[in-house]
């Protein structure tokens, strides 16, 4: 059996291609760039964009309901207003239960929890995303509870409750039907559906003493958040 042994040729090859495979490394400070943490102000930032800018969706889909832009003009607003944190929270939960790619996730779950809401609001928005995510709502489940979220009578200064209750009505009859189809197996699933809007309700009062915690840290918000959220 002979010895293997390398050539000094070999030897000079090894170290031209080690040379170049070190220079052509992702330099340090990249990598650091894409793992960084990112600061509270800039999570708070970032949560404040997507939220305004979820905010300008939800006006647009609301409108985009049959029979909601011939209600009162006063109770599109009271509706709007008074739907538009749990539309938000039940959007949220929507997009963190969705596949996203490797790791996304945790980065997302990491700026929301670093982004200046305090511990005790964090706990119960995270256990409401997964009690959503843990549901697996096909697309059409989604728009029509968020739908009936937006649609709810018994908001504050809605005059006219009997009209929304029209418009609202069809839409949980519809999810009903719907539930049944995609969920042959879970008679209960339309159940545990609307237990996710009671559960969204409460979010609305953590969010109220979000915002009232905010202001104390002197955290700005956008024109379009402060109107919606009736704060500054
Ligand atoms: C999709 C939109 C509606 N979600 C959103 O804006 N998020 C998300 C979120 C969740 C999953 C994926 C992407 C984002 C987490 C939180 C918010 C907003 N709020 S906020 O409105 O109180 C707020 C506004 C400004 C500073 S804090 C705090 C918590």
Redesign the pocket.
Known sequence: KEKVEITKEQEALMKLIVEAYNKHQIPQDVTKQLVRFYSTEEN?LL??E???S??QVLVEFTKNIPGFLSLDHEDQIALLKGSA?EA??L???Q??SRKMPKGHTEV?EER?RK???SEEFITP?FNF?KSVGELHMVLEEQALLTAITILTPDRPYVKDQQAVERLQEPMVNLLKKLCVLQHPQEPQYFARLLGRLTELRTLNHY?AE??TS?RVND?K?TPL?CEIWDVQ
């Open positions: 708070f949560l404040t997507i939220a305004t979820q905010v944190v938000m929270f959007r949220s939960a997009v963190f997302l929301i982004s200046g809401i928005l995303y969010h979000m915002l905010w955290h918000f958040l």
